[in-house]
């Protein structure tokens, strides 16, 4: 019985230090992927073995569905999948969409915590705006961003740390589209003649609600 017991206190300390083993410093890929900043080491091929992780957060900075229209480069507008620890938290919530490719359209044009002036600075659209980013995203966590093709997680990665977060624990996991590993939750589902629904349901969503906010004067 003693035996089994150091067995099993040893398979605890063995999981927690795997669960909280020191991660590679971010590093952008090179060729394609590094135009939109993904991580070489911690990306959609290599993600499953950094999930779980206690000292680090999740985010999905999809839409539930997009205003641009992905499918012209390959992608889905809708938000179809992800992956099971991330939370989905919509980009162009946080601040302005820029750079989308011509093909797609116009993207989101509604409220968003920021705006970005001539100059490339962050400019809060609401009082608690720099608050709810803070909460989103905890300067003392590890923060892993991804969503459909490696831009909207460019985007915040560049946001945080223009606004003081350390580039040395943010990482660009990249693109959704191109996951194969085991921990892909469904969304998109069939049910007849190329017919579809949308389970929006399962997804682990955190919303925002702008009319719930003070707008700065």
């Not at 920021?114 to 600075?121: A, C, K, L, M, P």
């Not at 921990?183 to 919303?207: I, S």
Request: with cysteine; glycine share 10%; proline share 5%.
């Amino acid at each position: 019985m003693k035996k089994i017991i150091l067995g099993l206190l040893f398979l605890l300390v063995f999981l927690v230090g795997c669960t909280n083993s020191k991660l590679p410093k971010p590093e952008v890929s090179d060729g394609f992927l590094g135009n939109f900043g993904i991580d070489r080491n911690i990306n959609v091929d290599t993600i499953d073995k950094y999930l779980s992780r206690k000292d680090t957060v999740y985010r999905d900075m999809r839409m539930l569905v997009d205003p641009a229209n992905f499918e012209e480069i390959g992608g889905d507008r809708y938000l179809s999948g992800y992956i099971k620890g991330f939370e989905v938290i919509p980009y162009p919530y946080l601040a302005p969409v820029t750079g989308l490719p011509e093909e797609v359209g116009e993207g989101y044009l509604g409220n968003s915590l920021f705006s970005i002036n001539d100059n490339g600075d962050y400019i809060p659209n609401y009082e608690e705006s720099l608050l709810l980013l803070e909460e989103i995203f905890p300067k003392d966590k590890n923060i892993f961003v991804i969503c459909g093709a490696g831009g909207y997680a460019m985007l915040t990665k560049e946001m945080l740390i223009k606004l003081g977060w350390d580039a040395d624990k943010i990482w660009n996991v990249g693109c959704y589209w191109n996951y194969q590993g085991v921990n892909n939750v469904v969304v998109k589902e069939y049910y007849e003649e190329d017919k579809y629904y949308y389970a929006f349901h399962r997804v682990d969503y955190l919303p925002i609600d702008f009319e719930s906010l003070t707008p700065v004067k």
